[in-house]
């Protein structure tokens, strides 16, 4: 792993490097990923509405399962580094390894990140084939699961005109 996945003396490497995500990431590429908490279940579509050198902007929205938007959708503008900077985890309390994951898209090679956090652990797992956001994190207390988030719909879709 190169240095472009280091961004500081006390972090692991993260499982994509900016370009890596700029690459995966190209205009219109839109994630659904259904979030299982103690209250129910809900959808979230993420976008990416346009796309620069430098960043992209980034819309998320509530959503039905088959990915039809409900309600207003945020748009905000990130760079490519602060996506990277999401998966910089502290070292100090991160286990990372590699582990295999069925989810909903298939079976995926994955870097999963174990982050102990006082009595909460949160697991993210990235499959090295899909640059970007994590395929799948949970978050637990004790033996309590709190959510689980995993990805349900990855695709490419053309964006109208604005």
Known sequence: MSDDHVLGPELLPT???AAEIRTGCPVGRTVVVRVD????VRHRLSRFAAVTAEGATYERADCDADGTV???????PLTWLDLQRHAAFPAAVTA???ATLEYPLGVADCWRYVVRDEAEVTTFWFAKN???????VTSQRGDAV?????MVSDRVVALPPD
């Open 146 to 150: 709190l959510s689980t988030t995993v």
């Open 130 to 136: 899909r640059a970007g956001m994590p395929v799948k």
């Open 70 to 76: 409900l309600g207003d959708v945020t748009s905000m």
């Open 96 to 98: 990372r390894d590699e």
């Open 15 to 17: 499982p994509f490097s």
């Open 37 to 40: 908490e103690a209250d129910g």
